[in-house]
């Protein structure tokens, strides 16, 4: 449905977008997971405010506003939003999910390099030297300048050959 | 004169080699942060964090001040020449500003602006310096209750203020506040939503949090040509402006410094809406106000004096009271209580070196932007010309280092990237996230003062209406929140910000 035919159709017979409805849904199953915990957590001691007195307001302020939202949306549906880049979203998140999922076993600097080289190389269509060029200065670079110029540790490779070779 | 000599002191900590150098590359950082359209000052600033990391206290919040308002000098520079706002508070100068590019006024435009927000930034920080302890004080007076009462406040107005839904708005500060209660409650000592795993026992990385929902969220949410194409810098002609444009720019300067200042205090105000009251100011009030859009050095001296005043003001409440004006000093206020630093009223009495070291950097940090901002230009605007393919991916190798160096553990590196997703899904449904990043930054306080407060008064809820100030202050914030019942107007810039 585009932008145009919503805002042509009468309000009555636009329908409640599905990605607003999921979300409305999901404000509401957290808030309602809340309120339950909350619960279990203790709302009041003996000594006063119980660990659970805030969050148990918080979840019933979420339930409350995913219900007001819902009323909005059923008497005034939103516009729909535009659409997003699935390639991108997908590539790069599975790209993210790979590197924090080797990084501790490869070290930073092996899979830092092989995620650059993804990102420059094949999604961004660089060429091969100023690929290999920027993957090399964001991986290697990077260590060397975040671990001994300020001080700060990135992770190496928890294989033992890798490890002995400073990578 | 306590005050004086307090500040003078801060002079002498502040201009060590040492302090001068994070000053610089925190100048350095944050104009590079502003010229770069898409990454905002809020990730850029939280992005920054853990370079400071080893730093001392003093040195570490020099720099991210710095960047924080080099962001708001670097915005203009794209703003003027190519027509393209770095940052939402530049959004206005493009008008005036490309109009003198394309007449060949480019340079006069960027003196003035970098004037303008020297301006700006250092007459704030001198309101900074002017109000630091008596406000200071009166937050010593402040009890449990007051404060409660103040973030409420503080809260109310973000949350009305920010996006065009309040019922949002809501939603995305209660998912603040839920975040920031992930771990060992801090009364009690039960953990909270932990879901039987160890590394949330310490609560959610801020920084992961803030790096995802705005900095990977942003980069997720590109569409195809969304990013400018690459760009060449025009020949600057003259770098100074005429006597003339000087004479013009003065009243500009001096009404967009009172209307930045003015509104920089009160949260939920975002410098887009002073620089965009600053032009509505210049077309009501200069005398060559028909010259506006076609090129008047007025539609650029005023906007960019108001938002710098407004990024400086913005501190005010900060220091003072402890409440974060706007999203991106709530990151900045996440970064104070990262190095072991409450900003408020205590900050003066407890680490009252450390404080005017802080705010005689401002001075500093102001002045290395003016010198800092014109005559690099043509670095700035070659930062432009990297294509988008290898920016992404270098923003990307910094968002992975600066989740993962908070806690030194990949896990932070799965939150940032789920918190990504959220702020993706958030975006997608129209949901605000400055009200989400204050009360991340907020709750853990909140609570405590709510909590203790009730210890106090035995369970007794009077006691937030009982105090006067709580009671005035409570009032208020009601009176905020209900604001949509009684047709009181927000000012319809705030409804299109990217900033809240």
């Not at chain 1, 659409?83 to 991108?88: A, H, V, Y």
């Not at chain 1, 920027?134 to 992770?155: K, Q």
């Not at chain 2, 929902?213 to 942003?218: N, Q």
Request: net charge neutral; proline share 6%; charged share 10%.
């Amino acid at each position: 449905m585009t932008t145009e035919s919503v805002a042509t159709k009468p309000p009555s017979t636009v329908r409640v977008a599905p990605t607003v409805l999921a979300g409305i849904g999901a404000f509401a199953a957290v808030g309602t997971y809340v309120l339950v915990s909350s619960v279990g957590l203790g709302l009041w001691t003996s000594l006063g405010p119980g660990p659970g007195l805030f969050p148990f307001a918080m979840g019933a302020v979420l339930v409350a506003m995913a219900l007001l939202w819902l009323l909005q949306e059923l008497r005034n549906p939103s516009e729909t939003a535009p659409g997003i880049d699935r390639g991108l979203v997908v590539g790069v998140v599975a790209s993210l999910v790979v590197l924090a999922a080797v990084m501790d076993l490869l070290g930073f600097q092996l899979s830092m390099f092989a995620f650059l080289l993804y990102h420059l190389k094949i999604r961004g269509r660089r060429t091969w030297v100023s690929a290999l060029i920027i993957a090399v200065a964001g991986s290697f670079g990077a260590f060397y300048a975040f671990n001994y110029g300020l001080n700060v540790a990135l992770p190496v490779s928890a294989l033992p050959f890798l490890n002995a070779i400073g990578l | 004169m306590d005050t004086l000599n307090e500040l003078l002191n801060g002079f002498a900590a502040a201009m060590t080699w040492q302090n001068l150098l994070f000053a610089f590359l925190g100048c350095l950082l944050g104009t590079i942060i502003g010229v770069l359209p898409g990454i905002g000052p809020v990730a850029g600033v939280a992005l920054l964090i853990p370079l400071t990391l080893n730093m001392d206290a003093t040195g570490a919040i020099i720099m991210l001040c710095a960047i924080f308002y080099g962001t708001a000098y670097g915005g203009t520079i794209t703003s003027v020449l190519l027509n393209t706002p770095g940052e939402a508070a530049s959004a206005i100068t493009t008008i005036d500003g490309y109009a003198m590019t394309k007449i060949g006024k480019a340079g006069a435009a960027l003196t003035i602006a970098a004037v303008g927000s020297f301006v700006g930034g250092t007459i704030a920080t001198l309101g900074l310096v002017a109000a630091a302890k008596p406000l200071g004080e009166l937050g010593l007076l402040v009890g449990p209750p007051e404060f409660f009462a103040l973030m409420v406040v503080g809260i109310s107005l973000l949350v009305a203020l920010a996006g065009k839904s309040m019922v949002k708005a809501v939603i995305s500060g209660a998912l603040g506040l839920l975040i920031s209660m992930v771990g060992i409650d801090p009364v009690a000592g039960a953990p909270r939503f932990t879901f039987g795993m160890d590394r949330l026992l310490d609560g959610v990385s801020f920084v992961a949090v803030i790096v995802g929902v705005f900095g990977l969220s942003e980069l997720l949410s590109y569409r195809k040509g969304d990013q400018p194409a690459a760009v060449h810098a025009p020949n600057l002609r003259s770098l100074l402006p005429t006597g003339r444009e000087w004479l013009r720019s003065a009243p500009a300067m001096a009404r967009g410094t009172g209307i930045g200042f003015g509104l920089g205090l009160i949260p939920g105000m975002t410098g887009s809406v002073s620089s965009l009251l600053s032009y509505g100011a210049e077309k009501k009030f200069s005398r060559n106000r028909h010259e506006l859009g076609k090129g008047a050095i007025e539609g650029v001296a005023g906007p960019e004096t108001a938002n710098n005043a407004h990024a400086n003001a913005a501190l005010i409440p900060l220091f003072t009271l402890g409440i974060p004006a706007s999203p991106t000093i709530a990151v900045l206020m996440g970064a104070f209580l990262q190095q072991g630093l409450t900003p408020g009223p205590t900050l003066f009495t407890e680490n009252s070196e450390i404080a005017w070291a802080i705010i005689a950097s401002l001075f500093i940090g102001n002045l290395i932007l003016l010198l800092l901002n014109v005559p690099l230009v043509g670095l700035w605007t070659s930062i432009l010309r990297v294509p988008s393919s290898i920016l992404n991916a270098l923003i990307l190798l910094f968002m992975v280092i600066g989740a993962y160096t908070i806690n030194f553990s990949v896990f932070d590196v799965f939150v940032m990237i789920g918190f990504g997703l959220l702020g993706l899904a958030l975006r997608h449904l129209d949901i605000p996230l400055a009200p989400m990043v204050l009360t991340l930054v907020l709750g853990p306080l909140m609570e405590r003062s709510l909590r203790e407060s009730l210890e106090i008064s035995q369970g007794d809820f009077s006691i937030f209406t009982s105090r006067p100030i709580s009671a005035v202050l409570i009032g208020l914030g009601l009176l905020i929140v209900f604001s949509p019942l009684l047709k009181l107007r927000k000012p319809k810039a705030l409804n299109e910000d990217p900033e809240t």
